[in-house]
């Protein structure tokens, strides 16, 4: 059975996001992840304080970097979690985004070395054992943490390109795909089965899941106007492969790009088409959610999740969801 | 008469109706700073129990509202007949 997950970005007071936490369990929901951004509410404080106000809700970060969060850290703080909350944290990292790194005067660089190590520092660390590596990003000599956590915890990796849809399958306990389309989903998963047969796995020790960009509302147009924004960036930070794969304009594709650099927001989300929303959001009615959502699961995703917008009007939207969508799976 | 006398009172649908038009204030409130830590968190904690329609998370909820969005709340509270003593309770 398929499982259900949803996203949120802590931009918002803490105790908004932990009241969209609570609703989320209520829903039917099996899994919140909690973006992990410089400029937002710390990931770790929000997941426990939703830690302390859910009782089963799984706790995920969605997704932390290596290069702002060294994965030393990143152990200490997600075994810390697991202590509060034993068997429900799981661990989600990416390699992050060019732009947010050089803002903060970080290298974007060896985004596979980076990611790879942090699994094996984050697992060896969280499991209270000691670790050396000599790695190409990380050199660590002896650490260990005075504790470990009570429970193992899953690491997810955020993937979107084919070498790090392969690393994923690869190593990680779980996959958060960038992607809600299913031309986009399937040709992940066959990267994702790529690593899986290169490290002798089998594809069903995997949670693959689809992280997509999920708007819902009973009218159809509100649905679709809340998603315009995220679907202006997706636009904007995706190469022009995948905007050819869904036939997009590559000429409106880049006046969004430029648009989104010079900070003319509103000009870039004039420019989204009805194609752009189709290709990169999951956007519409209950009933043609549910239509949407069963194209995603023939795919070979096992967690859909629920990403931002989720609506025009979130606490709705959540409850939405669970009356009208859980169910149907 | 007491706050939880008048709840009390109040038909189920108007209960209802408040809990959402409170919910709305919560949310989409700027004045997040001026809201009480102490209820706020009253407030999780009823969530979590499922007492989101209980008198106490009513009661709690309109402190953090009044503390949040005075006039609106006061312009809430007197949008039904039924909830206008409630209204003279809480801003007496």
Redesign the interface.
């Given at each position: 059975m398929v499982k259900f997950g949803i996203e949120f970005v802590p931009r918002d007071v803490y105790w908004r996001t932990v009241y969209y936490a609570i609703e989320s369990e209520k829903s039917g929901f099996d899994y919140v992840w909690i973006t992990d951004h410089y400029n937002n509410r710390n990931v770790y404080v929000t997941l426990t304080l939703i830690s302390n106000y859910t009782n089963s809700i799984k706790l995920g970060t969605g997704v932390t970097n290596p290069y702002v969060c060294n994965p030393v850290f990143t152990a200490t703080a997600i075994a810390s979690l697991a202590e509060v909350a034993p068997n429900r944290v799981v661990c989600g990292i990416g390699a992050g985004d060019y732009v947010t790194l050089s803002t903060i005067g970080l290298k974007f660089e060896k985004p596979l070395a980076y990611v790879r190590e942090a699994v094996e520092i984050i697992r060896t660390l969280a499991s209270g054992e000691t670790l050396n590596l000599d790695g190409d990003a990380f050199k660590i000599k002896g650490a260990r943490l005075n504790y470990k956590s009570p429970s193992k915890i899953p690491v997810y990796i955020g993937a979107q390109g084919p070498a790090m849809l392969k690393l994923a399958g690869e190593i990680g306990d779980g996959v958060l795909i960038n992607a809600s389309h299913p031309k986009d989903l399937k040709e992940a998963v066959s990267r994702i089965k790529e690593g899986v047969f290169k490290a002798n796995r089998k594809i069903e020790e995997l949670d693959t899941a689809a992280y997509t960009s999920f708007s819902i509302a009973e009218d159809e147009s509100k649905a679709i106007e809340a998603a315009i924004p995220v679907v202006a960036f997706i636009v904007g930070g995706s190469p022009n492969v995948v905007l050819e794969r869904h036939d997009i304009d590559l000429e409106k594709a880049q006046a969004i790009k430029d648009a989104l650099v010079q900070g003319k927001f509103g000009r870039a989300f004039k420019n989204v088409t009805s194609d752009m929303i189709e290709a990169f959001s999951i956007a519409g009615t209950p009933k043609q959610c549910i239509d949407k959502i069963e194209r995603v699961l023939e795919t070979g995703i096992t967690q859909f999740v629920v990403g931002s917008p989720i609506g025009p009007d979130i606490i709705k939207s959540i409850r939405m969801i669970g009356e009208k969508i859980i169910p149907v799976f | 008469m007491s706050l939880n006398s008048i709840l009390d009172s109040l038909p189920e649908d108007a209960k209802s109706q408040l809990f959402e038009k409170l919910?709305g204030i919560l949310?989409k409130s700027k004045n997040?700073d001026k809201?009480d830590p102490a209820y706020?968190a009253r407030?999780?904690?009823l969530?979590?129990e499922?007492l989101l329609r209980s008198n106490e998370c009513l009661k709690t909820m309109l402190y953090i509202a009044v503390s949040m969005e005075g006039e609106e709340t006061s312009s809430v509270l007197s949008e039904r007949a039924e909830l206008i003593k409630l209204r003279d309770a809480v801003f007496s």
């Open positions: - | 919910l949310f997040v809201a706020i407030f999780l904690h969530a979590k499922g």
